[in-house]
């Protein structure tokens, strides 16, 4: 890989929706968009297989992009707006929309090896920074804090590829929102139109959640909003000696683990895919450390269909619970380890996906689990297998490769479908070097056994 990454900036723009399709407003947010207040932006990066010039790129890939982009936020246009807090009122933070709102797009050319960066093997982390966009400097006023929501840079490695780079913060919306979002994006870039019949799937439901004054307050309350008079965004930054891993388990693999699972345990009510493939990593990150300490492995659960009454699944905001096992390393680790893990996490997930008292019991309860302070190893889960975003083509082709950067900031993992079959998984890890070298052995001669 190229030791000094040069970054030429080609263009910054300022894409907004057509004149005069959206008028100003205000978007409410939830308890379920407050429980995302304080962590740290998504960043993800989708790279794509495009061979072509700097004047192609230039004359073409910019116009386009730009063009489709515009007419997305027509419709989507919380994602041009800011979110604005309140910390000294105590007013509820709210999304703000207006017509001189945008997105800032950055179009960028690099000299960085377009298949290094794609590849599944250990790559280092903060290579991949200059691929990322910020969101900017939040601006801080007596009343108000106001965030940028959103932000893309689009990174031409010529006559090799693309990457397309976006960074959102967490309140905007989770997984199903950005799905949904994008998904109109490449459809108007692919097709070169807005009438497609995609729209009537896609089009946001802006509708808001059932209130919920307890929740509400409860999660502002942990935000602790008064301390966004000095609030910035944080952002990635080095040096670092992380690097981050791709791992695919196989649909045959997965077969063989559920099987195990279900030898082992035959009387556990929930063991599919996802529950033995965070098993399989989770008992594999344990038996890396050398402490015995209580882990936490947490996940959400979209809660659009289990509201009553339900909301439609294009609703555009959050609407994912918490899900979270707890376990000790050292029943993590060893010949039980992987079985112990799966049932743990199929247990908890059965246990939160038929409790018949729904989800607001469960968002009031999940608070309780920490009463006596944090867990030191805390796991989460990026993305859904559910979401299929290796079908997001702008006209190229679908994805080489999708990264999930943002995992580097607290320890999750990530999992989407699989680019080639879709019944296989694909895990990122993000993990110091040396801990990094540990998983890799690990996790393959875990393997073997299934393969």
């Known amino acids: 890989m190229t030791s000094s990454p040069i970054l030429t900036v080609l263009e910054q723009s300022h894409v907004s929706p057509p004149p005069a399709t959206v008028?100003?407003?205000?978007?409410?947010?939830?308890y379920f968009d407050f429980l995302w207040l304080t962590q740290p932006p998504i960043h993800y990066l989708f790279f794509y297989d495009l061979p072509i010039t700097q004047t192609h790129f230039i004359e073409t890939i910019i116009p386009k992009l730009k063009q489709s982009l515009?007419?997305?936020?027509?419709?989507?246009?919380?994602?041009?707006?800011?979110?604005?807090v309140f910390p000294v009122s105590g007013k509820k933070p709210e999304i703000r929309y207006g017509e001189d709102d945008y997105v800032e797009v950055t179009f960028a050319e690099c000299n960085l090896d377009f298949d290094e960066l794609t590849g599944n093997h250990p790559r280092d982390c903060e290579t991949f920074y200059n691929l990322i966009p910020l969101l900017g400097e939040a601006e801080?006023?007596?009343?108000?804090?106001?965030?940028?929501?959103?932000s893309v840079q689009v990174t031409l490695f010529p006559n090799s590829g693309i990457s397309i780079g976006m960074t959102n913060h967490h309140c905007l919306g989770d997984a199903s929102t950005r799905f949904h979002f994008l998904n109109a994006w490449t459809s108007i870039a692919r097709l070169g139109t807005e009438q497609s019949s995609f729209l009537a799937n896609t089009l946001p439901f802006y509708d808001r959640v059932t209130r919920n004054v307890k929740l509400e307050e409860s999660y502002l309350n942990f935000a602790k909003v008064e301390n966004f008079k000095e609030y910035q965004p944080p952002k990635l930054s080095g040096p670092t000696d992380k690097v981050r891993g791709t791992f695919i388990l196989p649909r045959t693999v997965l077969t063989r683990l559920k099987n195990l699972v279900l030898t082992e345990q035959p009387t556990l009510a929930y063991v599919s895919s996802f529950t033995v493939a965070c098993a399989y990593i989770w008992s594999c990150l344990a038996t890396t450390?050398?402490?015995?300490?209580?882990?936490?492995?947490?996940?959400?659960?979209?809660?659009?269909?289990?509201?009553?009454p339900p909301v439609p699944s294009t609703y555009f905001g959050n609407c994912v619970g918490p899900c979270a096992a707890m376990e000790k390393t050292t029943r993590l680790t060893g010949k039980d380890g992987f079985v112990n893990a799966a049932k743990s996490i199929g247990e908890t997930l059965h246990n939160t996906l038929t409790d018949k008292d729904g989800?607001?019991?469960?968002?009031?309860?999940?608070?309780?689990?920490?009463?006596?302070?944090?867990?030191?190893?805390?796991?989460?889960?990026?993305?859904?297998?559910?979401?299929?975003?290796?079908?997001?083509?702008?006209?190229?082709?679908?994805?080489?490769?999708?990264?999930?950067?943002?995992?580097?900031?607290?320890?999750?993992?990530?999992?989407?479908?699989?680019?080639?079959?879709?019944?296989?998984?694909?895990?990122?890890?993000?993990?110091?070097?040396?801990?990094?070298?540990?998983?890799?052995g690990i996790f393959d001669n875990g393997l073997e056994k299934y393969i």
């Open 70 to 84: 515009s007419i997305t936020l027509q419709h989507f246009f919380p994602v041009a707006g800011k979110l604005i």
């Open 359 to 440: 989800i607001v019991k469960e968002l009031e309860s999940f608070g309780d689990m920490f009463a006596n302070g944090l867990p030191k190893t805390m796991i989460g889960v990026a993305g859904t297998p559910k979401l299929k975003f290796y079908e997001m083509d702008f006209g190229w082709g679908k994805p080489k490769k999708i990264e999930t950067i943002s995992i580097e900031y607290n320890g999750s993992i990530s999992m989407n479908a699989s680019k080639e079959k879709s019944e296989d998984l694909e895990i990122g890890v993000c993990l110091p070097s040396p801990v990094m070298e540990r998983f890799v």
């Open 23 to 30: 008028g100003g407003g205000i978007l409410p947010l939830t």
């Open 140 to 150: 801080i006023t007596e009343e108000s804090t106001n965030i940028r929501l959103f």
């Open 289 to 308: 450390r050398e402490d015995d300490e209580l882990e936490l492995f947490g996940f959400t659960i979209d809660c659009r269909a289990r509201m009553n």
